[in-house]
């Protein structure tokens, strides 16, 4: 009889660990395909992909060009917080945090090298908008303590979620 009711209570044992495990199974993929689903809403938001940069003594020049659904509002191009991460001439990596659009400008807006027709972007005005596939050109002046031969990466930052990265 003992082994009667062993044999039951390890084949009860057995059914709950098997609805428990499942239930973990099912909570786990759901948390999976939410995480999935806010990566594409994230996704959906738009990035700027970087295209070219160029940098001198005194200034660099980043190009990206913008993957999105809807426009960049003028006002958010100004909100963005630029990263900037490069070496400096001891060799050690340095990291300056430009917030609000401070200590970097908007050099230029276009399209395929020309001049954007869509909602164009006035920087005297402030007005405009950053259409999907325009390119917009950033301008900031190289830190002091860069060296100008090694690597550098600007990344930047939209209130809306936006990002982009250019390095080179």
């Given amino acids: 009889m003992t082994s009667l009711a062993t044999v039951v209570s390890g084949g009860i044992l057995l059914i709950t660990l098997s609805i428990a495990s499942f239930s973990v199974i099912t909570t786990i993929t759901e948390h999976y395909r939410n995480l999935i689903s806010a990566i594409d809403e994230l996704r959906e ?12 003594s005194t200034h660099i020049l980043v190009t990206m060009r913008y993957e999105g659904r809807d426009g960049i509002p003028f006002s958010q191009l100004r909100q963005a917080d630029l990263v900037l991460r490069y070496f400096s001439h001891s060799g050690r990596t340095s990291v300056i945090v430009l917030r609000n659009g401070s200590g ?20 005297s005005a ?12 950033l301008s900031l002046r190289v830190p002091p ?19 982009g990265v250019m390095a080179g």
């Fill in 126 to 137: 402030g007005t405009g908008i950053l259409d999907p596939w325009e390119e917009v050109t």
């Fill in 145 to 163: 303590d860069m060296d100008l031969t090694a690597p550098i990466s600007v990344e930047l930052f939209f209130p809306n979620g936006v990002t």
């Fill in 45 to 56: 938001d738009g990035r700027l992909l970087g295209t070219s940069m160029a940098r001198n």
């Fill in 104 to 123: 970097w400008e908007i050099a230029a807006v276009g399209l395929n090298g020309r001049q954007e027709v869509r909602n164009p972007i006035s920087l």
